[in-house]
């Protein structure tokens, strides 16, 4: 397998493995664990001034008895000296010249540690005061990646309501356009079948040809006759005129219903 195939292998694996990481990575777990951690550094600062503490102690212990015993061969010196014993208080002074220089030496040791206690503890007061900051700003951080995060599932939620409703919205118009398209579909049967050119399958309201030429005629002679009652109004004739014109069509149509050959229905 050549490099380059290697090294592309290497560069999906490793995003891969930095995206799953991203996705599993809580910042509020992160921020907590920083806390901790500055938790300890702080813990061990303080530990670290309580011992510098507890040997600054222990010296001045130590220089409180020095200094004792050698206020006590001071001490000494003068009784000695006083009762005429030279050699006495030569060894008493001596004596304390040794002490003297022990305690010199514990005084700068001293010294030493109590600077070093003094800056260990405001090392421990300046961690202090940052780890509350911090604490203060972790709280705020985590209190707004929690908003963020529930604000982020809700516009989910929404989004996918969104997604629903315009399905629903989908259907409803096309529900509404097939409900249209029945009622136009009806409205045209019904103007078929009222116009004749669409045969009503039940029977019902369905006219024979003899009935339909019964109406057409009836129709015609009332409107004769009422032209021909208008035509009186006008003219001040006698309202006998439209009698005649009705009794004329009466003759008119007989020799029609003559020539047409009666149907017998009983076949």
Known sequence: MSDG???????IFRSK??????????????????????????????RGVADVATSRKRLELQLNQLQQQSAKYEDQGRKALSLGRED??????????SMQTQINDLEVQYQQLQAE??????ASQRLQAKVDAFRTKKE?????????????????SFSGISEEMG?????????????????????????LLASGALDDAS?????????????????????????ARMKA??????????????????????????DNPRINYNK
Not at 19 to 40: G, H, V, W
Not at 171 to 186: G, L, N, P, S, V
Not at 203 to 227: F, N, P, Q, T
């Open 5 to 11: 195939i290697m090294k592309r292998m290497g560069l």
């Open 17 to 46: 493995a930095n995206k799953a990481l991203d996705r599993a990575e809580d910042p509020r777990e992160t921020l907590d664990y920083s806390y901790q951690k500055q938790l300890e550094l702080l813990q061990k600062v303080r």
């Open 88 to 97: 006495l208080a030569r060894e008493a002074l001596t004596r304390k010249a």
């Open 117 to 122: 206690e003094e800056k260990l503890t405001l």
């Open 140 to 156: 705020t951080i985590k209190a707004t990646y929690t908003a963020a995060q529930a604000q982020t599932r809700i516009a989910e």
């Open 167 to 191: 399905d629903v919205g989908l259907a409803i118009q096309r529900a509404e356009d097939k409900t249209a398209q029945m009622q136009a579909r009806a409205g045209a049967i019904d103007e």
């Open 203 to 227: 029977g019902l309201g369905r006219k024979d040809d003899i009935e339909a030429e019964l109406e057409r005629v009836a129709g015609g002679s009332d409107v004769e006759l009422e032209l």
């Open 233 to 258: 109004e006008l003219t001040g004739g006698s309202p006998a005129a439209p009698q005649a014109i009705e009794q004329g069509r009466q003759q008119d149509a007989a020799p029609q219903q003559q």
